[in-house]
Nanobody
Framework: QVQLVESGGGLVQAGGSLRLSCAAS????????MAWFRQAPGKEREFVAA????????DYADSVKGRFTISRDNAKNTVYLQMNSLKPEDTAVYYC????????????????????WGQGTQVTVSS
């Protein structure tokens, strides 16, 4: 059973940075496709960033391109989301998602293809 635990959220001023972490259980983490999604109050969950199982491909929502970076450390069973130049509109609960069997060469951005989800971590950006 794959379990995901997010950490690193908090309150930050606009222009600041945060790094989210998602620790995954399972001995085959290096084979997991991983992604980050977020959900702001009153809005639907939206894609933020994704990385393939190999780490060879990443993709980002247009709203975060150039500011956020997704990466993975297979030795630590962890995926990260480095968030720079944060804006108030980045305020949301951020969720880590995984698919242990998705072997694509291109990062997948649709939530429908991720079947493991963490509990989420709150990110609040003040103006």
């Amino acid at each position: 059973q794959v379990q995901l635990v997010e950490s690193g959220g908090g309150l930050v001023q606009a222009g600041g940075s945060l790094r989210l972490s998602c620790a995954a259980s399972g001995s085959t983490f290096s084979r997991y496709a991983m992604a980050w999604f977020r959900q702001a109050p009153g809005k639907e969950r939206e894609f933020v960033a994704a990385i393939t199982w190999s780490g060879g491909s990443t993709d980002y929502a247009d709203s975060v391109k150039g500011r956020f970076t997704i990466s993975r450390d297979n030795a630590k069973n962890t995926v990260y989301l480095q968030m720079n130049s944060l804006k108030p509109e980045d305020t949301a609960v951020y969720y880590c998602a995984a698919n242990p069997t998705l072997r694509t060469s291109v990062a997948v951005t649709t939530s429908l293809l991720y079947d493991r989800w963490g509990q989420g971590t709150q990110v609040t950006v003040s103006s």
